[in-house]
């Protein structure tokens, strides 16, 4: 309304990095969404959520993005939870398109053939559109444009505890490009020959490759085997730099040319993972252990209980939940976290092994 828009401006300075009426600092960063019509209810209790265990101190922007027109209801709804200003974008259709050089036909039998080997979202064509285009193209959309950090939010995800320090500071501050908090292995299924196509990536371009890589921890032999292992991109704080970048960009080509997100059903997750392992210098990749998250139908939360209590965290200890739900998935076999904290000699923290 215009009511609360004009009261948003006498309180806040949208400049980069403005200091708020409260003397917080502000960093130059979004939330971003990318959203059907469809998902709004779904993605106004993830919003809820961020706002109520961070955004509401912070009143960060929120941008969204949709390969359809976005509803008035799904504007109005939507700016009406968040805290900060709210933009609306359009993806080109040719983003959001089988580029020319896939083979259609190709696509089609590749999408029939996964379906019926039931692998999920086998024979979805939308979902390869969405992977390739966050793989690819978010970070080129021109409402991100003056932003250097964001923060990825999908509906129906859950913050499981109160996020007292701005992650966006702490990116800046420490100098961190990625950051995740869950990992996981992939379906094998579904990036058959993904690896083989980045080995040939790292041939051709070896000048790309950082000197101070996390390759050991998404290959236990040297870069012969892809071991699987990825940061779940459903929840993504990084530096928009890192995509805009001449390395990334032609990563992405070099995938892109060989039809993999059409042929075979590439995730943006394991191809933001491998990138990230093989073009950044692994300090620059972090775990936010004490961000409580869950996405169906895994969770992160801290394995200190005085942490769980101080920040109010929510998670869990249901007995009648599986184990990969209950408090914690980070130390799960299924998990891969526990191989990132070995690849960095970072300690485990104490009790990961105790139902605390
Ligand atoms: P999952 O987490 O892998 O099961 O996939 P989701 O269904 O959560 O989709 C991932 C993200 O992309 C969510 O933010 C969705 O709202 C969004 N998304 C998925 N498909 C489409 C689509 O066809 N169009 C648009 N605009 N967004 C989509
Ligand atoms: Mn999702």
Known sequence: SALRDYSKSLVLDRTANSILSGGTHRENATFVTLSRNQDLWGLVGSIREVEDRFNHKFNYDWVFLNDAEFSEEFKTVTSSFVSGNTYYGRIPKAQWSIPDYVDEDKAIQCRKKMEQDGIIYGGSESYRH?????????????????????????????????????????????????????????????????????????????????????????????????????????????????????????????????????????????????????????????WFEDIGYWHVPFMNCPVNKETRNKLQCTCPKDESLSDDQRHNFAFHGYSCTGRWLKFNNIPFPVGYDKDN
């Open 130 to 286: 969405m992977c390739r285009y966050e793989s690819g193209f978010f970070w080129r959309h021109p409402l991100l444009d003056n932003y250097k950090y964001y923060w990825r939010v999908e509906p129906h995800v859950k913050l499981m505890c109160n996020i007292p320090e701005d992650p966006f500071k702490f990116m800046r501050e420490n100098n961190k490009r990625y950051g995740f908090t869950i990992s996981l292995y992939e379906y094998q299924a579904t990036i058959m020959t993904l690896w083989d196509t980045v080995k040939g990536f790292m041939k051709e371009y070896p000048q790309y490759l950082n000197d101070n890589n996390a390759l050991k921890f998404i290959s236990d032999d040297g870069g012969e085997n892809y071991n699987l292992c990825h940061f779940w991109s459903n929840f993504e704080i990084g530096d928009l730099d890192f995509w805009r970048g001449e390395a990334y960009q032609t990563f992405f080509d070099y995938l892109d040319r060989a039809g993999g997100f059409f042929y075979e059903r590439w995730g943006d997750a394991p191809v933001h993972s491998i990138a990230a392992a093989i073009l950044l210098d692994k300090e620059q990749i972090h």
